[in-house]
């Protein structure tokens, strides 16, 4: 009703539930997920001081791996310096194409991640995250 679905962010859509497919059969949760992410990616921040509570640890280069997921911080050393973020298509298939492999649960709550068993270099922080 807004509005804020046409132009570009229309076809962003469009592209994001196809990617999903796989993720979310159902049309109905691919679907809460797809406006779910564009929401979080294309609404206005509330404040300066909300933005910096919903900052994703990702986006920070000195990430502290000592929570829930370690290991985000290790970046390899032959990757190049990663922009802010990349073409939402691009970062969906690094994260798909690399997850099993970089990824490993742990006992309790932890979650390992080794970006060094990556196939290629994350596009972006955003893909990190």
């Given at each position: 009703?807004?509005?804020?679905?046409?132009?570009?962010?229309?076809?962003?859509?469009?592209?994001?539930?196809?990617?999903?497919?796989?993720?979310?059969?159902?049309?109905?949760?691919?679907?809460?997920?797809?406006?779910?992410?564009?929401?979080?990616?294309?609404?206005?921040?509330?404040?300066?001081?909300?933005?910096?509570?919903?900052?994703?640890?990702?986006?920070?280069?000195?990430?502290?791996?000592?929570?829930?997921i370690q290991g985000l911080s290790a970046i390899p050393e032959g990757w190049p310096e990663l922009p802010a973020n990349a073409s939402l298509a691009s970062e969906v298939a690094w994260v798909q194409a690399?997850?099993?492999?970089?990824?490993?649960?742990?006992?309790?709550?932890?979650?390992?991640?080794?970006?060094?068993?990556?196939?290629?270099?994350?596009?972006?922080?955003?893909?990190?995250?």
């Amino acid at each position: 009703m807004e509005g804020r679905w046409y132009g570009h962010i229309e076809l962003e859509r469009d592209e994001m539930m196809k990617l999903a497919k796989k993720q979310y059969p159902d049309k109905r949760a691919r679907q809460q997920w797809v406006y779910g992410e564009l929401d979080r990616m294309y609404s206005p921040p509330e404040s300066p001081a909300k933005e910096a509570e919903n900052t994703p640890l990702a986006y920070s280069t000195s990430v502290v791996d000592d929570g829930q997921i370690q290991g985000l911080s290790a970046i390899p050393e032959g990757w190049p310096e990663l922009p802010a973020n990349a073409s939402l298509a691009s970062e969906v298939a690094w994260v798909q194409a690399n997850r099993l492999r970089i990824v490993e649960k742990r006992s309790g709550q932890t979650t390992l991640v080794q970006l060094d068993q990556a196939l290629s270099p994350a596009p972006s922080w955003a893909a990190l995250g």
